[in-house]
């Protein structure tokens, strides 16, 4: 290793622009950056760790697991199992539940950060990541999120990318959007329904956020409306006395997928009913052959589909505009509305750094 940090420095020391005011203060690490402080960044740094190999964690928030932290709402739970989302080395607290809360998800990952002494760098976002062909090395350049900060120039042999599928919100254009009047927020800024009781809520999207949203809306009181634009497998979170998703990968390791897709598409059947009948139409593709083709992940029933059925919650088609105060439908139905939540989903930022 000590060879390796000077070879580094030999191979940097005449580089016009290290330290000078014409460029970023630069670092020589021994170990390789991991971009990203949420539970993957964490597992490898610990990975690492555990076999003597040193690595610096950039986070662009303030905390660990920012997602988690700073933009999810208060009844978050795991959706799957607790044995399928624990970080290598370190199982959950046995007295933690099946499905821990968002709050013990957090505790969890903190502890697992302090166990293995990661220190990572906080409110630093990389902007730019780069190998140079001349050094062999890669260059990593970070700024001040807020701005106003010394850039860095991070010289190192590897570079980890861990900002996962959820960097950043999406948030689609809509028509009319500026002259609604009423709040529209996205799913990473709603916390609770506790401050929409009373109202018309229209909440844009129907995959996992969206069908829980509109749940936690009916638990305060509150009458949401749920866009459904496209076909959406919903399954129930428990089926045959086991999770879903365990059974699913037990089932996988036997049969072949389309065969497990049948069954599990039988039992929901059986369990849940035609969720056609309630606007809710299933893809043509089974919900694991969907998920491995396009990414599109099953919703696991939490008791959505319920209030779905009672009409507590009403399934609409899609927007066509905005107009102040209401909604114009793709059916060309209009109705009034308090406020509108965007459970539009996230996607990665790598491609924007990552050079």
Not at 42 to 66: D, K
Not at 186 to 196: D, E, L, R
Request: hydrophobic share 35%.
């Amino acid at each position: 290793m000590e060879d390796y940090f000077r070879e580094i420095e030999g191979k940097t020391a005449h580089d016009p622009y290290r330290n000078t005011n014409f460029g970023p203060r630069t670092k020589c690490l021994l170990g390789p950056v991991i971009v990203g402080a949420g539970p993957s960044g964490l597992a490898v740094a610990a990975c690492l760790r555990a076999r003597g190999v040193p690595s610096t964690v950039i986070e662009r928030s303030n905390c660990i697991a920012s997602l988690w932290q700073l933009k999810t709402y208060d009844r978050l739970k795991l959706h799957l199992p607790k044995q399928f989302c624990e970080l290598p080395l370190v199982p959950f607290p046995a007295e933690f539940p099946t499905y821990p809360s968002k709050q013990q998800f957090i505790k969890y990952l903190e502890d697992y950060a302090n166990r293995f002494e990661i220190r990572p760098v906080f409110n630093q976002k990389v902007v730019r990541a780069e190998f140079d062909g001349k050094l062999k090395m890669w260059r990593v350049r970070t700024a001040a999120e807020q701005g106003g900060g010394e850039e860095v120039e991070y010289v190192c042999r590897w570079v980890i990318a861990a900002t996962g599928e959820n960097a950043e919100a999406v948030v689609p254009p809509i028509e009319g959007v500026e002259g609604f009047g009423g709040d529209v927020v996205h799913t990473s800024g709603y916390k609770s329904g506790c401050i929409y009781e009373g109202k018309k809520v229209l909440v844009v999207g129907c995959g996992n956020s969206g069908m829980e949203v509109c749940l936690d809306l009916c638990n305060h009181n509150a009458s949401p409306s749920l866009v459904v634009r496209d076909t959406v497998h919903i399954l129930p979170r428990e089926m045959l006395g086991r999770s879903t998703f365990g059974l699913s990968m037990w089932l996988l390791k036997w049969l072949p997928m389309s065969l497990v897709d049948r069954i599990l598409l039988i039992v929901s059947r059986i369990i849940l009913g035609d969720t056609g009948r309630f606007g809710l139409d299933r893809p043509q593709l089974g919900p694991l052959e969907l998920k491995n083709l396009s990414g599109k992940t099953p919703v696991l029933d939490v008791g959505t589909l319920d209030k779905i059925k009672s009409g507590d919650i009403k399934v609409c088609p899609g927007i066509k505009r905005l107009r102040h105060q209401s909604v114009e439908f793709d059916d060309g139905r209009r109705e009034k509305f308090d406020a509108i939540i965007l459970a539009t989903g996230y996607k990665s930022n790598v491609p924007s750094w990552l050079k």
